[in-house]
């Protein structure tokens, strides 16, 4: 439990300091007062923190928690407990955050707490989005699972398998190395259907000359790691074997420019200049990179529409890809540390040169 919990919240757009705020996102808890569980609420006061669980999880929070935190168990109802410390605690205004409570619930917290209520989405995860160093070492195990398990799926990969079969093998391998599940689903696809960005593994057999596309992420103590390879098994369509060293010129752009300071729309257009050049932008239909942290996509994101600026010790993924309908596509993905002048690539994978696995006819 640090300072964090324990300072006035100041809302970003609506100025002004905020005498107390309710943390009900499960990662924003878990950020600020390291509990691991879900189902549980904090409320921040200038002078108290108070958690709010249910009696599956006070357990757990005693050893989670530290001493100065208040464990609240509610025995009506959450919002009834909630809205008993608003009164109890003599709060005249609360913050919540409006994304993490639904319209109804939202709608019902107004009613109990009779007292001003201001929503605060971002608040904490401003906070998130620059990393201390146990953050930073935690994403580094996390990043070292998906480097392994690149390493071992190379070898399983072979014709006659299909992509199921290859995220099944990915996902058991990083558990069994470390991983306490997978951040996201790990996508693999291949052949015609590496041309979907987001396609998911499918029962789809792999053959000789497919792209192969792997994106996939490990959690580690509670951070994600997320990575993309593209291999070709056997010799692939000479076109996809072209785009794929304009991706990795995209990625390489994208991170030695990436330091502290940048505007992530000058990175985002650093990133696109070789697909503008190429007259390929329309091809790139996604967003080129995201922060990761407790969660696998958090704020601030690379984008054309982004004002955010990179901050020293940010962990940001950079993640341009090529997709050709009917023929495949390319995507190369690695988490950067963001520094003050050169930053570090976390990812160790191999990337430079497209992996053809040697399969023959
Ligand atoms: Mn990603």
């Known amino acids: 439990m640090g300072d964090e919990a324990n300072r006035t919240f100041t809302e970003e757009n609506g100025g002004g300091k905020l005498p107390a705020m309710y943390v009900s996102n499960p990662k924003n808890v878990r950020y600020l007062c390291g509990f691991t569980g879900e189902d549980s609420s904090l409320i921040l006061t200038g002078d108290a923190v108070l958690f709010i669980t249910d009696s599956r999880y006070v357990e757990q929070a005693r050893e ?29 205004e609360i913050g919540f955050e409006g994304s993490y409570l639904s319209y109804s619930h939202g709608e019902l917290f107004k009613s109990l707490a009779q007292i001003k209520t201001r929503i605060t989405d971002g608040c904490v995860e401003a906070f998130r989005a620059v990393k201390d160093e146990d953050e930073i070492c935690k994403t580094l195990e996390a990043v070292k699972i998906v480097d392994r398990t690149f390493m071992h799926i190379l070898n399983f990969i072979r014709p006659g398998i299909s992509e199921k079969q290859v995220a099944t093998e990915m996902e058991y391998f990083m558990k069994c190395i470390g991983s306490e599940g997978t951040p996201f689903e790990t996508l693999v696809v291949s052949g015609i259907r590496s041309a979907y960005p987001h396609g998911v593994a499918s029962e789809k057999m792999i053959e000789l000359g497919d792209m192969v596309i792997l994106d996939f992420g490990a959690t580690f103590q509670g951070y994600s790691s997320d990575m993309t390879r593209t291999i070709a098994v056997g010799k692939p369509d000479s076109r996809l074997s072209e785009i794929y060293d304009l991706v990795l010129e995209a990625e390489l ?8 300071g940048m505007k992530s729309k000058e990175l985002d257009s650093m990133i696109r200049s070789p697909f503008v050049r190429e007259n390929m932008n329309d091809r790139f239909n996604h967003g080129a990179g995201h922060s990761i942290g407790l969660d696998n996509h958090e704020a601030p994101y690379i984008s054309y529409r982004s004002e955010d600026e990179f901050v020293e010790n940010m962990i940001m993924t950079v993640e341009p890809g090529l997709y050709l309908p009917g023929l495949g596509g390319v995507r190369i993905e690695d988490d950067v540390l963001v520094r003050k002048e050169k930053s570090l690539v976390l990812t160790g994978s191999p990337k430079k040169d497209l992996i053809q696995l040697p399969f023959y006819e």
């Open 64 to 92: 989670e928690l530290s001493d100065l935190i208040q464990i609240v168990c509610w025995n009506r109802s959450l919002l009834d407990e909630t809205a008993e410390i608003i009164r109890k605690h003599h709060i005249q």
């Open 253 to 260: 752009a994208g991170v030695d420019a990436i330091c502290h």
